[in-house]
């Protein structure tokens, strides 16, 4: 017996210096940011705009991999299943809070025991906007003209579980009103839709969004956030515009398998810390209307746990349960 205990402990000992040097070895290779949207969209281009900072915090290249389908899962279920050494990470947004509640158990993975939350990367509101060519310019317009033509309105949803599937069906539950889904195959390919009338109403990011509104191709009604933005100050909320209450922002997240060790977490999150947290980064991201976060590990956790628990009982009360597509 103390044989075998010799033998464990010195099996300990030689495997807690090699991780440690795997660790400080980490990255020797590009890393890849694996995004489950389409390029266009407010998670793509955020990971664009610090791209150039990611590599010079890590000392690699980094490579943004665009996976899309089916609100997110695709590239989600993808992300679950990559070797758990630090090269594959997520970055996506609030869907993977809304995909538990709303596929239960058809959902092709464990969005609590299969990941690690890394970090909250940004947070943001969406400007809920409409087509030039509709009659309205204040969300009560939009609230009584849905009212009026309940089969008529079209919306645009980057597929069903997306952040601007769910933001809509939110915006429509509490509104009382109908708007028909659209789906496309992400945020860029939504706003396309919205500048050239194919659908008449839908959510936009700030950033995305920002060059069609200042050219007035798209009419941004309204923000989604329970308080105004800076970036577009003179843009009133939804909820104080006629919907009381509502208040859904938009957000990104960096996650890690569930495997990748623990020091490399603590590595990729540093480094993530470090860029989100420089001075000409945050004033960038701010001037696009984004919020820089660089939550730790632990407070971006207990918040995935938190807004999953929340949209699981909206998901009930909407009656939206679904299936992967």
């Known amino acids: 017996m103390f044989r075998i205990a010799c033998t464990l402990l010195l099996a300990v000992c030689f495997a807690l210096p090699g991780l440690s040097a795997f660790a400080a070895a980490f990255p020797e290779k590009p890393i890849r940011l694996l995004v489950p949207f389409a390029p266009g969209g407010g998670t793509d281009l955020l990971c664009r705009a610090i791209q150039d900072r990611l590599e010079r915090a890590f000392g690699v290249g980094i490579i943004i991999d665009n996976r899309v389908g089916a609100g997110g899962t695709i590239g989600v279920t993808l992300a679950s299943r990559a070797a758990p050494d630090g090269y594959t990470l997520l970055v996506t947004s609030a869907s993977y809070t809304f995909a538990p509640g709303l596929y239960k158990k058809d959902l092709p ?10 970090t909250q990367l940004t947070q943001q509101p969406l400007i809920l906007g409409v087509h030039p060519s509709m009659p309205v310019k204040g969300v009560k317009e939009l609230i009584a003209l849905a009212r009026q033509r309940p089969r008529d309105i079209h919306y645009g949803s980057a597929g069903i579980g997306s952040n601007l599937h769910m933001t809509t069906e939110l915006f429509k539950y509490m509104g009382k009103i109908n708007l028909v889904q659209v789906p496309y195959k992400g945020g860029g ?6 500048i050239t009338g194919e659908i008449q109403v839908g959510f936009m990011g700030v950033l ?12 941004a009604l309204a923000v989604s956030t329970k308080e105004r933005s800076p970036a577009v ?4 909320t939804i909820a104080e515009s006629g919907v009381p209450g509502y208040d859904k922002g938009a957000w990104t997240g960096m996650f890690a398998p569930a495997k990748v060790p623990d020091p490399i977490i603590k590595h990729v999150y540093q480094a993530m810390a470090k860029v989100l947290n420089d001075p000409e980064a ?4 701010a001037d696009d209307g984004l919020v820089a976060v660089a939550s730790t590990p632990q407070d971006f956790t207990a918040f995935i746990h938190s807004e999953i628990k929340e949209w699981n009982k909206l998901i009930e009360e909407m009656k939206l ?3 992967p597509h």
């Open 282 to 285: 945050v004033k960038k991201l």
């Open 189 to 194: 390919p939504v706003l396309i839709a919205l």
């Open 208 to 219: 995305s969004s920002k060059p069609f509104r200042k050219s007035g191709q798209v009419r």
């Open 233 to 236: 100050p003179d843009l009133p």
């Open 321 to 323: 349960v679904s299936k």
């Open 109 to 118: 993975y464990d969005a609590i025991n299969d990941f690690k939350p890394l």
